[in-house]
């Protein structure tokens, strides 16, 4: 019942408009704990996958990188970070809607760009 409750809190945070996407807003960052991003990734290092801060670097200033991490997000794969990962591949998650992605692709964005370390 726990479990359920805390789904349907997540669910409608992400349903809030005009939620606050700074780097440290509760509501998305929840949200991403439910889906399990945390699991692979952290703010400023490595997990398996990249740290949301090189992600905010390598795509800092890059036009429609909202949209892009979104589909990425929603659709998984490999390739841009295989020298930091192993070549272990995200985890797709088809059930979340593009509006949800999008919202955790703007938080990953405002984290603090830091260029990812030599691999």
């Known amino acids: 019942m726990k479990q359920i409750m805390k789904g349907v809190a997540l669910a409608a945070a992400l349903a809030l408009p005009g939620l606050a996407l700074a780097n440290g807003s509760p509501q998305v960052k929840a949200a ?13 290092h490595k997990v398996v996958g990249p740290a949301y801060s090189w992600v905010a670097y390598m795509f800092a200033h890059k036009p429609g990188a909202k949209v892009t991490l979104a589909h990425k997000i929603i659709s998984g794969g490999a390739g841009r970070w295989n020298a930091w990962t192993g070549g272990i591949p995200m985890v797709a998650h088809p059930g979340m809607s593009l509006a949800q992605a ?9 984290q603090k760009p830091v260029a990812p370390p030599k691999p």
């Open 32 to 44: 991403m704990t439910g889906a399990g991003c945390f699991a692979c990734h952290a703010v400023n």
């Open 102 to 110: 999008e919202q955790m692709a703007a938080w990953v964005l405002a």
